[in-house]
């Protein structure tokens, strides 16, 4: 098994009386792609944000272990921490129209990066930009360094958002829900070029995502992410095959399965809302939302073994469901 590129160890994040993440812990190694999966607001992108010191002026993060390569990052000062992104930690973030800047053209913004990471001479820049963006597939890739991003379609800004990502060949890639906004057939086209760049540079690729679909195609372990908790981690093996935290199986209840659920019939669904995380929230946060909840979900949710690394915090014990159907 390949060492981690990336660990994590009780990453908390908060705004004010709010506590967006609560004490996470994963990692990711090398040539693998980590899925962190959960719907909108759970926590992921701030958890990204967090791990890049990319988090908005407020925001306060307390970690016991960040490690990057082995080497201790969460207590590096802003300047060193700059010196790692975007040359060996890159980020694709979540929507390449906002994160790209309008004002100024393709080129200017790849060549950048190389510049201030590498070095290198405008001319230089500009010919290793050329050929990442041919790379990644980019039509006319020359062509493309004079044009600002509202010229290009939704794919091929993504794929330029790629292309900076990967200039300085990184060890570790940060997809923030990558295939946002896609079409379909552009969804497909992005998850394959980036399985294939991963194979050719060895990446290590945290992927985060609401799509289980993508999940079951990609990733060879995942993390499952409930109002700022991991309530499930595991092999995607494991976890598609045992389900075993009622969250992770009312996600997948609400898909729809060729052959299984007939047109017509009702989806899955999880009632209630997320609730409210003021610091100091204890208990399991989907008790107010669980079928299965009792008084002892009110305090804090056990850490249950489902086998191997496979892992969920709930108190109901492992194999549960099998009864349940």
Known sequence: MNPPTLEIEGLRVGFGAMEAVRGISLSVARGETHCLVGES????????????????PGARRTVRRIAFAGEEIGQLSERQLARLRGDRMGMIFQEPMTSLNPAYTIGSQMTEV????????????????????????????????????????????QRVMIAMALLCEPK??????????????????TLRLLARLQRDLGLAVLLITHDLGIVARVANHVSVMYAGEIVEQGSVEALFAAP?????RGLLDAIPVPGKVRRGDRLGSIPGIVPRLAVGFVGCPFRDRCAHAAPVCAVEATRQEAGGEHVYRCRLPPGWWREAA
């Not at 070095?119 to 044009?147: I, N």
């Not at 570790?172 to 086209?189: G, K, R």
């Not at 075993?244 to 992770?248: D, E, F, L, N, R």
């Open 41 to 56: 607001g759970c926590g992921k992108s701030v958890s990204a944000l967090a791990v890049m010191g990319l988090l908005p």
């Open 114 to 157: 190389l510049r201030r990471h590498r070095g290198l001479s405008r001319g230089d820049a500009a010919e290793r930009s050329v050929a990442m963006l041919d790379r990644v597939g980019v039509t006319a890739p020359a062509m493309r360094l004079g044009q600002f991003p509202h010229q290009l379609s939704g794919g091929l800004r």
């Open 172 to 189: 570790l890639l940060i997809a923030d829900e990558p295939t946002t906004a896609l079409d379909v057939t552009v969804q497909a086209q």
């Open 244 to 248: 075993s935290h009622p969250y992770t």
